[in-house]
């Protein structure tokens, strides 16, 4: 699960992706949540909330944007959930390997999304420009578009192509 949070200009999105015996990846839940941190955390009357989600749906393990107002929601969610939770800080560097990552998966077709015309928009919408004089570059949304469903689903994909370590616990 990938969580890109946001509250004024932006919205924040939970994109939750299952990993299939193939490697292929099937994106399972999309959802959009606006307004106050404390309602999108906890829910409102009508609806259900971030922790109550993660609740139902049980994810191996929850990737959000660390950087900015998320590293306060981040410290929040690892209280309830432990190391099930990981925060990414977004940086130049790391978004560069975020979206070669979703590049990659879609150019393998190992990844399938839902038909959601906000994602489509913003796959399409992000851009890639240089950092005047220097080397690096940068990923933005044009001005007056958005771009959260696309670092959701890029979180949701560094997520689930993690490479986890096995080792063996013996007695000596």
Not at 24 to 38: A, F, T
Not at 136 to 154: C, M
Request: contains cysteine; positive net charge; glycine residues 8%.
């Amino acid at each position: 699960m990938g969580i890109d949070f946001g509250k004024i200009n932006d919205s924040t999105v939970l994109t939750c992706l299952e990993k299939c015996e193939d490697g292929k990846l099937i994106m399972r839940y999309l959802k959009e949540y606006r307004g106050d941190y404390n309602n999108q955390l906890n829910g409102k009357k009508n609806s259900i909330g971030i922790i109550r989600l993660i609740e139902l749906i049980n994810p191996a393990q929850v990737l959000v944007d660390a950087t900015g107002a998320g590293e306060k929601l981040y410290e929040d969610m690892k209280r309830v959930f432990g190391s099930k939770i990981r925060g990414i800080k977004f940086t130049n560097t790391g978004k560069e390997r975020m979206v070669t990552d979703l590049h990659i998966a879609f150019e393998d077709k190992r990844l399938r999304i839902m038909n959601d015309d906000k994602l489509i928009q913003e796959l399409h919408n992000l851009e890639r420009k240089s950092i005047a004089g220097s080397k690096r570059v940068r990923y933005e949304h044009p001005k007056g578009k958005h771009d959260d469903y696309v670092w959701s689903l890029a979180l949701a994909i560094m997520g689930v192509s993690r490479k986890t370590i096995s080792f063996h616990v013996s007695s000596a």
